[in-house]
T-cell receptor, first 114, second 116 residues
Framework: DGGITQSPKYLFRKEGQNVTLSCEQNLNHDAMYWYRQDPGQGLRLIYYSQIVNDFQKGDIAEGYSVSREKKESFPLTVTSAQKNPTAFYLC?????????????FGEGSRLTVL | AQKVTQAQTEISVVEKEDVTLDCVYETRDTTYYLFWYKQPPSGELVFLIRRNSFDEQNEISGRYSWNFQKSTSSFNFTITASQVVDSAVYFCALSEAGNYGQNFVFGPGTRLSVLP
């Protein structure tokens, strides 16, 4: 079945450590996105990528980094510079060449900093 | 700038009641798209519907229906005969066709609790 796979589902990290969240899609979508969701809050855009080897900062990119070396993959690294990284992270891809299609989401990764 | 407002933070209903979730949007574009997503407790966002700005026909899908009114910039979502499985957070979203990447804006969400 086509879809988006995020891993790990749960992740614990000590302060000062970098962690990488994986996002893989087999929907053949060009556009991919990372969102952050805090308890009781909406979704905030971290980074997005319209095409391989290109990505753009979203509204809250500080303390995060991404890469887009393959169409199928868009990993997110939460660096030690992110002051409050505990959150639920959602990866998405978009149909319609990133213009007008809907977003398809993965199941999310819940990061907790100890 | 584009914006989506969902004024109802939380709604509680008893099973079999009808419930309407409100969504009001702001955009300067004449071509745009509206969406509704459901987020159950598991966390994954599930796509429910997509509507473009040129199509004001109301949509019905089983117990779900959507009322799109450009005159009031609203795209409301009604669940008829609600069920416990409808309990979730529902997000309304707006996308402007002419802008790439950051053009997908979500509302803050409405948490719906359907009590047995």
């Amino acid at each position: 079945d086509g879809g988006i796979t995020q891993s790990p589902k749960y992740l614990f990290r000590k302060e000062g450590q970098n962690v990488t969240l994986s996002c893989e899609q087999n929907l053949n979508h060009d556009a991919m996105y990372w969102y952050r969701q805090d308890p009781g809050q909406g979704l905030r855009l971290i980074y997005y990528s319209q095409i391989v080897n290109d990505f753009q900062k979203g509204d809250i990119a500080e303390g995060y980094s991404v890469s887009r070396e393959k169409k199928e993959s868009f990993p997110l690294t939460v660096t030690s510079a992110q002051k409050n990284p505990t959150a639920f992270y959602l990866c998405a891809s978009r149909s319609g060449q990133g213009r007008d299609g809907e977003l398809f989401f993965g199941e999310g990764s819940r990061l907790t900093v100890l | 700038a584009q914006k989506v407002t969902q004024a109802q933070t939380e709604i509680s209903v008893v099973e079999k009641e009808d419930v309407t979730l409100d969504c009001v949007y702001e955009t300067r574009d004449t071509t745009y798209y509206l969406f509704w997503y459901k987020q159950p407790p598991s966390g994954e966002l599930v796509f429910l519907i997509r509507r473009n700005s040129f199509d004001e026909q109301n949509e019905i899908s089983g117990r779900y229906s959507w009322n799109f009114q450009k005159s009031t910039s609203s795209f409301n979502f009604t669940i008829t005969a609600s069920q416990v499985v409808d309990s979730a957070v529902y997000f309304c979203a707006l996308s402007e066709a002419g802008n790439y990447g950051q053009n997908f804006v979500f509302g803050p969400g409405t948490r719906l609790s359907v009590l047995p």
